[in-house]
């Protein structure tokens, strides 16, 4: 069964849950932007958690259904749309063969993810199907989608989704949504974001009135901001370091701070060493938030203490897991 890409303007990438286990090497970890999205989509459609997903950036992307699927979209950053008409988000779609699937511009988030039950077929470098666009590898042949790919499901469907297509009250012709869904990360979409963070490695090294101003002023996103990284526009930020630091560990959330004082944080393809600054650790509940971030999208930081970061994660990967449990309940599996 396939997919076929009718047009595409910003960067459509193939994503797993990263490739785990290769940042000694320097490889990045990749994945998803906005991992409780990417997971959520899975579990709708009957997928384990970690499926091959689509990851839909902004608009402006076009899918011709050759055959009939059942997906799940979830996230933001677009429109769904078929002959013109919303498509329900955050809950289980069966797709008519023949039809096109239409993403229009959002005020809302940056990134949809799409899965297909039985996830998407993808090629896999070390372990992994995520797409890293610089090294050109995982996904589709290294690359963001463009007009004519074809994307294939990887598998039949599982045990789950059976029961899911056939719980579903569609017309033969026209297909549908479920009439249930679930979405426990709304906030995720929210125009004002509120990241909190850890202090990092060279915290104290900053002057008293950068750090007060990293809590307490607001930050913007800039249009050099990617799947490597976001820069933020805002206050500048100095340090009292003098000559150069040698290149130390980072990953996706450490907040760098360049020699020009601007913040960076680093996102899933951001590179595993880095000779600036570290003036904080965004803690990993809060990264999808950052994920869903567009140009121009407002930031505040907050700091919290361990305990309060752990707790958060535990909570949010809670709620996740009792999604995929209630759907499995609810079939009976």
């Known amino acids: 069964?396939?997919?076929?890409?009718?047009?595409?303007?910003?960067?459509c990438t193939l994503q797993d849950t990263g490739r785990q286990g290769f940042r000694a090497f320097g490889v990045p970890l990749s994945g998803p932007m906005d991992p409780y999205s990417f997971q959520l989509a899975n579990f709708l459609c009957g997928n384990a958690a970690g499926g091959?997903?689509?990851?839909?950036?902004?608009?402006?992307?076009?899918?011709?259904?050759?055959?009939?699927?059942?997906?799940?979209?979830?996230?933001?950053?677009?429109?769904?749309?078929?002959?013109?008409?919303?498509?329900a988000c955050f809950r289980p779609l069966l797709m008519r063969r023949g039809t096109l699937l239409a993403f229009r511009p959002s005020s809302e988030g940056c990134r949809m993810y799409l899965a297909v039950a039985g996830g998407f077929q993808a090629d896999r470098i070390m372990g992994s199907a995520a797409t890293y666009l610089p090294a050109a590898i995982g996904g589709f042949g290294g690359r963001a989608l463009k007009k004519g790919d074809l994307l294939m499901r990887a598998e039949?469907?599982?045990?789950?989704?059976?029961?899911?297509?056939?719980?579903?009250?569609?017309?033969?012709?026209?297909?549908?949504?479920?009439?249930?869904?679930s979405n426990p990360f709304p906030w995720l979409?929210?125009?004002?974001?509120?990241?909190?963070f850890l202090p990092g490695p060279e915290w104290s090294d900053f002057s008293a009135s950068s750090r007060l101003q990293f809590e307490t002023d607001m930050f913007h996103l800039t249009d050099k901001s990617d799947r490597m990284g976001?820069?933020?526009k805002g206050p500048v930020l100095t340090h009292q370091l003098t000559g150069e630091m040698l290149s130390t560990g980072v990953c996706p959330g450490t907040v760098q701070v360049t020699h020009a004082g601007v913040p960076i944080?680093?996102?899933?393809?951001?590179?595993?060493?880095?000779?600036?600054?570290r003036i904080a650790q965004v803690i990993s509940a809060d990264l999808p938030v950052c994920g869903q971030r567009r140009p121009g999208s407002s930031i505040r930081f907050r700091q919290v203490s361990m305990s309060?970061?752990?707790?958060?994660?535990r909570l949010?990967?809670?709620s996740l897991m009792q999604v995929g449990q209630s759907i499995r309940l609810r079939y009976g599996l």
């Open 156 to 181: 039949h469907p599982g045990t789950l989704s059976s029961p899911m297509l056939a719980s579903l009250e569609v017309t033969p012709r026209t297909g549908g949504p479920a009439s249930w869904g």
């Open 189 to 196: 979409l929210d125009s004002d974001a509120l990241l909190r």
């Open 265 to 277: 944080i680093l996102m899933a393809d951001g590179q595993t060493t880095g000779g600036y600054p």
């Open 316 to 318: 949010r990967m809670r």
């Open 230 to 232: 976001c820069q933020l």
């Open 52 to 87: 091959v997903a689509l990851e839909i950036t902004l608009h402006g992307l076009v899918l011709l259904f050759e055959e009939d699927m059942l997906i799940a979209l979830c996230g933001g950053g677009s429109v769904p749309v078929i002959e013109g008409e919303p498509v």
């Open 308 to 313: 309060e970061a752990h707790e958060l994660h």
């Open 1 to 11: 069964m396939s997919i076929r890409v009718i047009g595409s303007l910003y960067p």
